[in-house]
């Protein structure tokens, strides 16, 4: 199944190495409750209403195909908005379409050691799409990463090792317990396949979402540890407050 994907994003310093384009797929089998892209947790492509930036014109209603009748997510509201308040995460692009934005920046993705970083959601729930990207992108001398929480089968990962992919892994938790009460799963496929993948030699960057009142402290601390005693270090993510809004809003468009 190939992927709707939710944002591209040009231009990035905090998505791997250098300058990097990133390609946020939609669907994730995780459910952490602090998830800073809820959009793109739903494989499906949803409708969001910013409230705070509505006027009220009406221009939604006008241009809506279904008039009264239940929403077909065809976009024309969010693309007629003149507010911006309306956002239709979720599309597919072909190929051609998608290398076309991927290759644009080749030029200071050489001068900054930079490349393309395929993320989510959860992009390796799409093993094909992202391989048969990465060939593509390998091909043309460009680097990618991959930004995974690294639970899906450890075969997926197996065919991207031949490009040389950098491995952007989020750690989250060392308890599983824990683990399941912020994220909805166990950890230990999660961290099985990390060691598997510390054994098979692939390039790392571990990363860890430091959550108030979830991992802030003590797990934080073993989480450390536990990377400390593989030969790594991770990198701290601060928590911030930005899907919060786009939470808000895709429930506001849910319930109309």
């Known amino acids: 199944m190939e992927p709707y994907i939710f944002d591209i994003i040009r231009s990035s310093f905090v998505d791997g190495p250098g ?7 939609k669907g994730c089998n995780l459910n952490c409750f602090w998830c800073h892209n809820p959009e793109g947790k739903d494989p499906k492509p949803q409708l969001a209403l910013f409230e705070e930036k509505c006027s009220g014109c009406g221009v939604c209603r006008t241009v809506c195909e279904k008039g009264e009748g239940p929403c077909t ?3 024309a509201c969010a693309r007629f908005c003149p507010e911006g308040a309306r956002k239709l995460y979720g599309r597919k ?3 051609d379409e998608l290398m076309k934005i991927l290759t ?3 030029a200071f993705y050489e001068a900054t050691g930079g490349g ?3 993320s ?7 093993p094909e799409t992202v391989l048969r990207l990465g060939e593509k992108l390998h091909g043309q001398g460009i680097s990618f990463a991959v930004d995974t929480a690294g639970n899906v089968p450890y075969e997926w990962f197996r065919p991207l090792f031949p490009l040389a992919p950098i491995f ?5 938790a060392i308890d599983p317990e824990l683990h399941k009460r912020g994220t909805g799963s166990d950890n230990q496929r999660i ?3 990390l060691d598997r993948l510390i054994g098979d030699g692939q390039k790392l960057i571990i990363r860890v979402p430091v959550i108030p009142d979830f991992n802030e402290e003590d797990e934080v601390r073993k989480i450390d540890a536990y990377l400390e005693s593989r030969g790594l270090k991770a990198e701290h993510l601060p928590y911030h407050e930005m899907g919060e809004s786009k939470k808000a809003a895709l429930t506001l468009a849910a319930q109309q």
């Open 19 to 25: 300058l990097r384009t990133v390609v946020f797929f």
């Open 73 to 75: 997510l065809c976009g």
């Open 93 to 95: 692009y072909g190929d």
């Open 104 to 106: 644009a920046d080749r």
């Open 116 to 118: 393309v970083t395929f």
């Open 120 to 126: 989510g959601g959860e992009c390796m729930l799409y």
């Open 168 to 172: 952007l892994y989020d750690v989250k």
């Open 191 to 193: 961290l099985d396949n």
